[in-house]
């Protein structure tokens, strides 16, 4: 867990569970979105039902723009994600859940998501857990941990929620049938405004390129490394410059894209304009590495954006690749 230990946060462990995790459904975004809900309004615990309508609630506004597990799974009828759809296709227009619904979350949430939201890949654990549930029943009680009520209660709140919206955007699209398998191929590509990733058959937006890469470099600016918070101004940087495109200096491959995810950056809009065309400095380049195999860490589809563009520079993933990529970039 190098991502971890370079930079040992709170919200580092958060983004170890959010941006890191293994998803074979969406639940786990689910229940960070009701945690964190609750968390910043102060609150150090909650009732278990509470929190299975705030989860609720986000699970059934989600599916109604994106699919909450894969295409090919088969769903048993009683299973939550049958139930969820049920209900969207009976009342299309509810603003809350069902009664029902919340119930079936209830009795689902502590011998599922809640036992896993900490688990990593390979069997490790985030090194700092944000609840616990006592006792169990239909009286179970949420407590929130020190750590999480850091986080709610930091700058960093706002990031942490774009970020998994992101996430779980990414992830839904990864799950629809079709475009999951054209990600997998093609990886994601980048609007001319580089605002939006894209799913590149169909040219259709799937998150934001900013909040779904920031997370990876800790929520800072890649060029000053200070926080990047609510309230400043943000741009996306070409840490190697684009005009590289049509500079007299030769790239390391002409099929090599300065206008993909591994090149590009969110930074202060500030620190980007004073950067303007220069060429990133060692450092920068340091940190971009880093950025790039924290989010080799991450499931597929971002990983393997990056996969293919290492390719293009005759490079294979592996401990260190994206250092050495970038060290020949030029």
């Known amino acids: 867990m190098g991502f971890y230990s370079a930079h040992p946060t709170a919200s580092t462990a958060w983004r170890l569970a959010v941006l890191m995790g ?4 969406t639940y ?11 968390a910043s309004r102060g609150q150090t615990s909650a009732t278990l039902r509470s929190i299975a309508t705030s989860y609720t609630s986000a699970i ?27 209900f969207v296709e009976e009342s299309p227009e509810a603003a809350l859940p069902s009664e029902e619904l919340v119930d079936a979350a209830a009795r689902s949430m502590p011998g599922m998501v809640m036992q896993k939201f900490h688990n990593l890949r390979g069997g490790a654990e985030t090194p700092d857990r944000f609840y616990s549930l006592r006792p169990s029943g239909p009286d179970a009680v949420v407590e929130f941990t020190p750590a999480l009520m850091s986080i709610a209660s930091s700058s960093e709140v706002h990031s942490l929620g774009s970020e998994l919206t992101a996430r779980w955007r990414i992830v839904e699209a990864s799950f629809a049938s079709g475009i999951g ?20 058959r169909r040219r259709r937006p799937v998150a934001g390129v900013g909040a779904a890469i920031v997370g990876f470099q800790y929520g800072r600016c890649l060029i000053c490394w200070e926080p990047l918070t609510q309230s400043d101004s943000v741009a996306i940087d070409h840490v190697f410059p684009f005009s590289l495109m049509t500079s007299a200096r030769t790239l390391l491959s002409p099929q090599l894209d300065l206008d993909a995810v591994w090149n590009l950056a969110p930074a202060h809009a500030s620190c980007n304009g004073q950067k303007s065309n220069r060429p990133p400095t060692r450092v920068e380049i340091f940190r971009l590495g880093q950025r790039n195999e924290a989010i080799m860490l991450s499931p597929h589809p971002l990983r393997r954006t990056l ?8 490079y294979r993933a592996g401990e260190g690749s994206w250092h050495k990529f970038l060290a020949s970039v030029l």
């Open 307 to 314: 996969e293919l563009s290492l390719a293009l520079g005759g």
């Open 22 to 25: 293994a998803n074979a459904r």
């Open 28 to 38: 786990k975004f689910a229940l960070a979105h009701a945690l964190i809900e609750h």
């Open 181 to 200: 398998q054209s990600l997998m191929t093609q990886g994601l590509g980048v609007d001319r405004g580089l605002e939006h990733l894209l799913e590149k």
């Open 60 to 86: 059934v506004q989600h599916s109604l723009d994106g699919p909450q597990a894969p295409a090919s799974l088969d769903l048993a009828p009683k299973d939550f994600l049958s139930l969820v759809k049920k």
